[in-house]
Nanobody, 130 residues
């Protein structure tokens, strides 16, 4: 059973930084995609970024390009989302997600293929204030 556990959320002022972490268990092979999504009440869930554990190919939503960076540790067990230059509109609950048995890293694109993500963490809140 694939399980995801997020950490690192919190409150920060506009322009500040936070780093989120997501640890995956139950699936060790590199043939997986890991992604971050976010959601605020009353809005649809939004893809943020993703990375393929095998080739490291990453994708970003236009709204976070140049500010957020997704990365993984050497064991492809923990995925990080470094968030810089945070804006008030980045306030949301951020959830980690995974899809497994994926060799083609193009399928990791969370904007094009959000429905391929089968496993989800419980989410961690991020609040950005002025």
């Amino acid at each position: 059973q694939v399980q995801l556990v997020e950490s690192g959320g919190g409150s920060v002022e506009t322009g500040g930084s936070l780093r989120l972490s997501c640890t995956v268990s139950g699936y060790k092979p590199r043939t997986k995609c890991m992604a971050w999504f976010r959601q605020t009440p009353g809005k649809e869930r939004e893809a943020v970024a993703s990375i393929h554990a095998g080739d490291g190919r990453s994708y970003y939503a236009d709204s976070v390009k140049g500010r957020f960076t997704i990365s993984q540790d050497n064991d492809q067990i923990t995925v990080y989302l470094q968030m810089n230059k945070l804006k008030i509109e980045d306030t949301a609950t951020y959830s980690c997600a995974a899809q497994v048995f994926v060799s083609d890293s193009s399928l990791c694109d969370p904007v094009r293929y959000p429905g391929r993500y089968d496993y989800w963490g419980q989410g961690t809140p991020v609040t950005v204030s002025s």
